[in-house]
């Protein structure tokens, strides 16, 4: 695969809290350029991006973000502005403290509920795996496959570690056929990305991948 197609399977991100318009507008005009899956992107930025690139590129945004611990009816809240602002994707963080208490049931229904505020628009269900058991991670899977999310997500990239290997093999064999996977949270390297893509995920979530693969796009890859 080379740099071109590993792109369009990148949500090109720019989460951090002091993020400037200048930071967000150098992103889009990366993403379209290079035509990644999309731009990740803060809630706050949506209608600003939406207003100034309309349909040149695909708008995703996190709901719950980092932590996950918001009630399911910000949740909702979050979600139905982000929609209504421009937005085609959401990447929702789940209750890391309901999964940690075993609430399983009320997680799934969580999802469900963001799931179907979503409709067409894809959903992204980001579990943190840095902090689960096997154990929970297992119950995730089924749980992100049961509400009907469209993907399960490692991590945020604010926990104490991201995607890995093992992770990504764990939920190949424990999602539905229906469910996607996307890595993010420390996809630093070429070599990363290629990694994770062999490994089967239909996206990557990371603020590196046009700077990583510049060298190869500059020799008309």
């Given amino acids: ?26 992103l889009c005009e990366e993403a379209i350029q290079y035509q990644t899956a999309s ?16 349909d040149k590129l695909n708008i995703c945004t996190v709901v719950g973000f980092p932590l996950g611990y918001s009630v399911t009816e910000a949740k909702l809240a979050e979600v139905k502005q982000a929609l209504a602002d421009g937005c085609s994707e ?12 075993g609430l399983y049931e009320k997680v799934e229904d969580e999802i469900r509920r963001l799931k179907q505020a979503c409709g067409s628009h894809i959903l992204k269900v980001i579990i943190e795996t840095c902090y689960l058991t096997e154990e929970e991670k297992i119950a995730m899977c089924k749980a992100v496959t049961n509400a009907g999310a469209d993907y399960i997500k490692t991590s945020t990239g604010f926990g104490t570690g991201g995607a890995t290997r093992e992770d ?17 949270g420390g996809v630093s ?33």
Wanted: aromatic letters at 6%; hydrophobic letters at 40%; charged letters at 30%.
């Fill in 1 to 26: 695969m080379n740099a071109r197609e590993l792109l369009k399977k990148v949500d090109h991100t720019q989460l951090k809290a002091f993020a400037t318009w200048e930071d967000i507008a150098r």
């Fill in 168 to 184: 990504v093999e764990l939920f190949k064999k424990h999602i539905g056929a229906n469910v996607k996977i996307k890595a993010a």
């Fill in 189 to 221: 390297s070429l070599e990363d990305l290629e990694t994770f893509i062999g490994l089967g995920c239909d996206r990557i979530g990371t603020s590196r991948a046009v700077g990583l693969c510049e060298g190869e796009l500059t020799e008309g890859y």
């Fill in 90 to 101: 959401i990447d929702m963080v789940v209750n890391i403290g309901d999964v940690k208490n």
């Fill in 39 to 54: 731009v990740c992107v803060p809630p706050a930025y949506i209608k600003r991006i939406a207003d100034a690139y309309g």
